[in-house]
């Protein structure tokens, strides 16, 4: 099932995808319990909200909506760096393998849609645009040290972001060049666990095209480090709460890991797939 957030005119919901070009909304009554799609992970809803759009009138092409990030605001965007044997593009060299998860915080001001416009920066610090295309754990249920044997029993679904980075900031520090805003983007939407393959995560496959060609190709077997493994990690220092996103990390082939470097300009579009989610699409704005 493709859960998913959206804007139309003064009105903002969530609803249910089908057949890729329509959004079914829920009834108000299911409404009136979980009011947003936080509150559907947080009460294991996913079988109830089926239940609840099955048979409703499809209500919205999907081609009148703005498609929204699909988490709310209170919730954490965790991003896993190096988690990829690569050239680093900071440096064009692949560095060793770390000896720890190395994690940081995405602001939601860094974050926007499927479809939206990315955001070029003013100055300088646009001559180092990247993107990173990434394999996105949703967390349904919550914890705190949670073991790596159960840990996937807590991922509800998965998403795909792309997360931009101005690689001359990142050089001034992480937080600095990974939270300029409307850099990077998450969506178009949540594809719970009963349609992902949890029995065969590590042939998850994600590629990114800019302007349609082949930029990076993995999958979730090529990771260092496990999605078990991040979510025991990411829980042991802080809680994850229902909604919560681990960006999972990004393979070779960012612009900058280019010689010479192929750092995005205005117009380039950006497209990332998850092979059973779809594809996050977004162009740059000038």
């Known amino acids: 099932m493709k859960i998913a957030r959206f804007s139309c005119q003064s009105h903002t919901g969530y609803g249910v995808v089908v ?20 509150s559907v ?7 109830a909200l089926a239940q609840d759009v099955a048979g409703r009138p499809a209500g919205f092409k999907l081609e009148a909506l703005r ?3 699909p988490l709310a605001t ?26 720890h998860i190395i994690v940081f915080a995405k602001e939601h001001d860094a974050i926007v849609g499927h479809g939206e416009g990315l955001e070029l920066p003013l100055g300088k610090a646009a001559e180092s645009f990247d993107y990173e295309g990434e394999i996105t754990l949703v967390i349904g249920k919550g914890g705190r040290h949670i073991a790596r044997e159960t ?23 992480v937080h600095a060049g990974k939270n ?17 393959d949890m029995d065969h995560l590590g042939q998850l496959a994600l590629s990114t095209r800019v302007n349609g060609e082949l930029r990076q190709q993995t999958e979730v077997s090529q990771m260092i480090f496990a999605p078990d493994e991040l979510i025991a990690y990411i829980s042991h220092f802080t809680p994850l709460h ?9 393979p070779e082939g960012a612009g900058g890991s280019f010689s010479p470097t192929r750092f995005l300009k205005a117009g380039d579009q950006v497209e990332i797939t998850v092979g059973g989610v779809g594809t996050l699409s977004n162009r740059v704005d000038s």
């Open 180 to 196: 300029f805003a409307r850099s990077g983007s998450c969506g178009p939407w949540i594809v719970t666990i009963d349609d992902i």
């Open 151 to 173: 840990a996937l029993s807590h991922v509800a679904g998965i998403t795909i972001f792309n997360d931009g980075s101005v690689r001359g900031w990142q050089k001034h520090s």
């Open 19 to 38: 057949n890729d070009d329509h959004l079914v909304e829920p009834s108000a009554g299911f409404l009136s319990r979980y009011p947003d799609i936080r």
């Open 67 to 69: 498609l929204l990030p």
């Open 74 to 99: 209170e919730n954490k965007i965790v991003c896993v760096g190096i988690n990829y044997r690569k050239k680093y593009p900071l440096e064009g060299m692949p560095p060793p393998d770390p000896e």
């Open 41 to 47: 992970l947080a009460a294991d809803a996913t079988q």
């Open 242 to 250: 229902p909604g919560d996103l681990i960006a999972t990390g990004s």
